[in-house]
């Protein structure tokens, strides 16, 4: 199967009544790790990368090894391709015309009426190629990849429906008390959740997965929510696997072998994730 385009693959979530893990890759073995992950379960979600992945790399070598690892494992669930973060216009048009099949502008620093602007300007563009839009409404404490932000500033209900209609959005991030990384403890908050679904006419999206309870996230579900982010616990497994190598041999040489452990880590890991977030066998 090839990448599934975004709108399908949030048609596929509404269908079977899922929410969509999306895990952030860093290098070719943690994408291998994911697509493993999403086929052995049979359900379908998201690989994505931050435009911080893009200082190392390009949209091009990230989609054309994404699309190899699929045809590699000849996979037969749906998976999308995601740019997470995107904080340019620039970065989002790269990725669409890389054949990313959903972007994220996040312009969520910038005051409301510019946060719009450069939304808007992203989903004119990717609308042009059927691409759905992500964008971000509120701040969300934590750290993500190497920026770290203080900003907790949660989502206005009576914000939503005006930012969705005049940005042209496909689906919204939202700041309900979750955060970014593992440094701090999320405590999601459900009566502004619910208040910002009832304001939102697209589906809802958590950043901050990895520190967010599976109960609150199935919890979640009822207030329309489609996608779900976790990047710190792949990495953490992923990285760990690695320091206890070292730790048990100093003198170890192969590290493709500690990759490939690494790389079964992280299967784990994310199959744990997919079956806690929908009760999947």
Known sequence: MQLVNGFTLMDY?????????????????????IVKAFD????GGYIQISSNNLKFSSPQIIANMTREVMERENVSTPIG??????????DVKACIDAGFTSVMVDASELPYKENIKAVKRASEYAHFFNIPVEAELGGIKGKEDDHVSDVNAKTHPEDVLNFVEKTGCDVLAVAVGNVHGLDLSPNLDFPLLEEVA????????????????????RKAKNSNLIKVNYGSDLRKAYIKTFGQSYDQNHNEFNLIAVASAGVDKVIDAAKNIIHEVNEVK
């Open 13 to 33: 979530a509404k269908k079977h009544n899922l929410v969509l893990p999306a895990f952030n890759t860093t290098d070719y073995e943690m994408t291998l790790a």
């Open 40 to 43: 052995e379960m049979g359900l």
């Open 81 to 90: 391709l995601h740019l997470d973060h995107g904080k340019s216009f620039d």
């Open 198 to 217: 009832k304001n939102s006419p697209v589906p809802l999206v958590l950043h901050g997965g990895s520190g967010i309870p599976f109960d609150q996230v």
